[in-house]
C-alpha cells in the first residue's frame, strides 16, 4: 500500500528548475570535440513537505538533475530556484550557506563516508557550524541517530562495522543535521535488501511529516518510487517526456515510454496480472552527445509516425494536471474566445 495520499493539493515550490540545461564539451576523437546534452531544457518543482521521484533508465539525466538542483555543478543555461530565491548564479561563501538548506544522499553509503573515522566524527561534522562545543556536537549527534532510529552508541563504530541499511539512516541522519528544506536521495535504497528498502522509505516518510522536509527522490525502480512521491517526472535522454500526480501517472500514462516502463513493474496481485501488457522497447537509449531528431523516443517508440522523426513534439498540459511530450497527445483547443 502506498504511503502517500493520492489527493495532491495546490503546494509552494521549495525548488524549482526553469527551462535548465547542462551541456558537456566532450572530446568525440582527436581534435573533434562534441557536445553532450546531459539535461536539456527541463521545468520541473519539489512542492513543499512532499517528494518529487525522477525516473527514467540510466543516462537519462536524473543525477545530473539532482546536481544542478543543488548546485554542484554549474547550468549552461535556465533558471535554479530555492524558496523563491533565484541561485542560479551564486557562488562563493554565498553558495556555502546555501549549502545549508539543501543536501544529497548518496546511493552507496559505504562510499560516501570517511572509513577512518567514526559515525560520531562524520555526523559531527556536519553539525560543527552550530554546535562548535564537542560536546554539544556529540549531543546534536546523539539526537540526530536518535530521531533516524539508531542507538547513541553506534556513533563509537566505523562505517564498516554496520549494515547497509544501517549506514543509510545515519547519511540520512547527516543530511538532516543541517535542517534542510530539501535532500536529493539519489538510488537511496536501490544497494539494500528488500527489507531494509521498506524500512528506509517508511524512515523517509515519518521524517517528512515530522520535520516537513522535501525530497527529491531519483531511481530507476519505479515500484519504489511509487510508494513515496507525491509527483513524478519522467526523464528520457535529457527531457522530461511526463510529470503530473503520481498516481494519476502510474494509473493512466500517456507518454510511451513511461507505459513501458510502468509494464515492467511485476504484477504481484494475481487479479491484475493481465491488467497491463509487458510492452518491450527494442534497442538502447541513444547518446546524447547525438540525440534523435524530432522526438528524441522515435527510435525505439512502438508508436512512430513520419511527424516523430520530423518536429520536436508539443507539451500538452492535460484536464487532470499531466503534462506530457508526445505527438499522440497534440495540445488542447483554447476554450472559445480565449486567445
Do not use: W
Amino acid at each position: 500500500m502506498s504511503i502517500v495520499s493520492e489527493t495532491t493539493p495546490t503546494v509552494r515550490p521549495v525548488a524549482e528548475a526553469v527551462h535548465l540545461s547542462k551541456h558537456y564539451k566532450v572530446r568525440v576523437s582527436g581534435s573533434r570535440h562534441g557536445m553532450l546534452r546531459a539535461v536539456d531544457g527541463i521545468d520541473l518543482a519539489v512542492g513543499d513537505h512532499q517528494t518529487l521521484g525522477l525516473v527514467g533508465e540510466s543516462g537519462s539525466g536524473k543525477s545530473t538533475v539532482a546536481r544542478l538542483l543543488l548546485r554542484l555543478v554549474d547550468p549552461t543555461s535556465g533558471v535554479i530556484r530555492l524558496e523563491d530565491e533565484d541561485i542560479t548564479h551564486i557562488k562563493g561563501k554565498q553558495l556555502r550557506r546555501l549549502r545549508r538548506r539543501m543536501q544529497l544522499v548518496f546511493q552507496d553509503p559505504y562510499s560516501s563516508f570517511d572509513p577512518l573515522s567514526t559515525i560520531a566524527d562524520s555526523i559531527g561534522e556536519a553539525v560543527r557550524p552550530h554546535f562548535h562545543e564537542r560536546a554539544a556536537r556529540l549531543a546534536r549527534t546523539s539526537e540526530l541517530l536518535d530521531t533516524v532510529g539508531l542507538a547513541a552508541g553506534l556513533g563509537r563504530r566505523h562505517p564498516r562495522e554496520l549494515s547497509g541499511g544501517q549506514l543509510q539512516r545515519v547519511a540520512i541522519a547527516r543530511a538532516l543535521a543541517q535542517n534542510p528544506s530539501l535532500i536529493a536521495l539519489d538510488e537511496p535504497v536501490s544497494s539494500l535488501d528488500v527489507s531494509s528498502q521498506a524500512h528506509i522509505i517508511n524512515l523517509l516518510h515519518d521524517l517528512q511529516n515530522q520535520l516537513g522536509v522535501a525530497y527529491l527522490f531519483i531511481t530507476h525502480d519505479l515500484s519504489v518510487v511509487r510508494d513515496v512521491s507525491h509527483q513524478l517526472a519522467v526523464m528520457y535522454l535529457g527531457l522530461v517526456v511526463e510529470s503530473g500526480p503520481a498516481h494519476i501517472v502510474y494509473t493512466n500514462p500517456r507518454h510511451p515510454y513511461t507505459q513501458a516502463l510502468l509494464s515492467a513493474i511485476p504484477q504481484i496481485d494475481p487479479d491484475h496480472h493481465t491488467s497491463r501488457r509487458r510492452i518491450v522497447l527494442r534497442g538502447d537509449i541513444p547518446s546524447p552527445l547525438a540525440p534523435p531528431t524530432g522526438c528524441r523516443f522515435h527510435t525505439r517508440c512502438p508508436h512512430v509516425m513520419d511527424i516523430c522523426s520530423q518536429q520536436e513534439p508539443p507539451t500538452t498540459r492535460t484536464t487532470d494536471g499531466v503534462t506530457v511530450s508526445c505527438h499522440l497527445h497534440p495540445p488542447l483547443p483554447h476554450p472559445r474566445g480565449d486567445q
